[in-house]
């Protein structure tokens, strides 16, 4: 018997479908032993995405509330495709489309991923991608495409005013690393896209 995954296309802050990134969400099966999912399978992945995707690593990252981890991304020609999942917890991920020849470009999209839903979140090339731990703690699963380059990574900050991402920070005070708290605003990330 083989698992279903469902497709849901995705809005940015300003109500517009946009093209590309995508939430996939597997079909579970639950008896009295707990639960299983296929959380990855390459094939259907292809076949969903209609193209070929080879994933280089896989990543976790565990964080407690309040770490806000990006906004990042890499320029060509080391872009990177994603899919991202959170293994325990929840966070609030944000991807910002980069793509300048893109109707959606400089627009956010904003989503809560957690472990009871088991959604995964598609982030193709040319998407800066970013979280903030709501739950006491969260652990996050990537699958990353193409290799890391230090050279040609780079962030874009979480606060940005012209992006004006409404984090839901609640009074917390967001913990952020010295490597994004060094981040460019979106002007001077956009000389060189």
């Known amino acids: 018997m083989g698992s279903k995954i469902?497709?849901?296309?995705?809005?940015?802050?300003?109500?517009?479908?946009?093209?590309?990134?995508?939430?996939?969400?597997?079909?579970v099966f639950h008896d009295n032993r707990g639960f299983f999912y296929e959380s990855w399978n390459l094939k259907k992945l292809n076949k969903l995405l209609a193209k070929n995707i080879n994933f280089d690593q896989d990543c976790i990252s565990h964080s407690k509330k309040g770490v806000i981890r990006g906004l990042h991304f890499q320029i060509p020609p080391y872009e990177q495709e994603k899919l991202v999942s959170c293994l325990s917890g929840e966070?609030?991920?944000?991807?910002?489309?980069?793509?300048?020849?893109?109707?959606?470009?400089?627009?956010?999209?904003?989503?809560?991923?957690?472990?009871?839903?088991?959604?995964?979140?598609?982030?193709?090339?040319g998407f800066a991608h970013g979280f903030m731990a709501l739950s006491k703690h969260a652990s996050v699963f990537y699958k990353i495409s193409g290799e890391y380059s230090f050279l040609n990574q780079r962030s874009l900050k979480w606060n940005d005013n012209d992006l004006k991402i409404k984090w839901p920070l609640n009074k917390v005070k967001p913990i952020i690393s010295e490597k994004d708290m060094l981040a460019k605003n979106f002007k001077l990330i956009e000389q060189e896209l």
């Open 91 to 125: 966070i609030f991920d944000v991807i910002v489309d980069l793509r300048n020849n893109s109707k959606t470009y400089k627009t956010y999209i904003a989503i809560k991923l957690d472990e009871s839903e088991k959604k995964q979140l598609y982030v193709p090339k």
């Open 6 to 27: 469902k497709v849901t296309l995705l809005q940015n802050n300003q109500g517009e479908i946009v093209d590309g990134p995508l939430i996939l969400s597997p079909e």
